[in-house]
């Protein structure tokens, strides 16, 4: 299957600093890109969709001010968390679809803890 | 609403066969998913059903009925490295992934 990069895998960063999460498609052009975070023992939810050039597109309760995204190429899209608080602690997962399939393709996931 | 059902934990013993449910309703339907994902890690893909029909992968096996709004994964010859959680998504007519919460199966010896 097609490989999405995301990194850092984990960060631990300071109350009231910003966090920027990178997410690259190594070996397909990604069209699109969406941004799941993930509290313990709870789903997947999505937070933005994002399309290669345009704006992205924000699930209802997420703020766009806090979160930016950038998907400003067919391999790479980033979310940047600013003005992280504690609560903002999470699991954070891309993926990735684009070319000549609907799957989506994950990237490993960047553990955030905002102390 | 859009939603998707699935059972919250299952447990089965090594060996064995598991059968994993999941019914859903959406608005229009491009494919249902199934991933695994192992606590702390992200998602890595299984399977992909659009049409009716049992798609079998080696150990893992996907069933669609599209009519019913309804899937299933069967795993086959349980390992202890199959404990994990198993979700079901569906893609629906805006090509969003609607996703279930997940079913935890826990594997015993």
């Known amino acids: 299957g097609a490989v999405v990069s995301q990194h850092p895998s984990w960060v631990i960063c300071k109350s009231g600093t910003s966090v920027k999460i990178e997410c690259r498609s190594l070996?397909?052009?990604?069209?699109?890109m969406f941004w799941y975070r993930q509290f313990p023992k709870q789903s997947l939810m999505l937070m933005a969709t994002?399309?290669?050039?345009?704006?992205?597109?924000?699930e209802q309760g997420v703020e766009k001010d806090k979160f930016l995204i950038n998907h400003a190429s067919l391999t790479l899209s980033t979310l940047t968390v600013t003005s992280a608080h504690p609560e903002d602690s999470s699991f954070y997962i891309c993926s990735a679809s684009g070319g000549e399939t609907t799957e989506a393709f994950f990237g490993q996931g960047t553990r955030l803890t905002v102390v | 609403g859009q939603n998707i059902d699935q059972p919250t934990e299952m447990t089965a013993t090594e060996g064995a066969i598991v059968q994993i449910n999941c019914t859903y309703q959406?608005?229009?339907?491009?494919?249902l998913f199934w991933y695994q994902q192992h606590a702390g890690e992200a998602p890595t893909f299984l399977s992909y059903?659009?049409l009716d029909g049992l798609e079998e992968k080696g150990r893992f096996s996907s069933f669609l009925s599209r009519s019913k709004g309804y899937s299933y994964l069967l795993l086959k010859e349980l390992q202890m490295k199959d404990s994990a959680s198993y979700l079901c998504?569906?893609?629906?007519?805006?090509?969003?992934?609607?996703w279930g919460a997940g079913t935890k199966l826990i594997i015993k010896p």
């Open positions: 070996d397909f052009q990604a069209t699109t």
């Open positions: 998504a569906v893609m629906d007519s805006n090509y969003q992934l609607i």
């Open positions: 994002s399309n290669e050039g345009s704006k992205a597109t924000y």
């Open positions: 959406t608005s229009g339907f491009n494919g």
């Open positions: 059903n659009v």
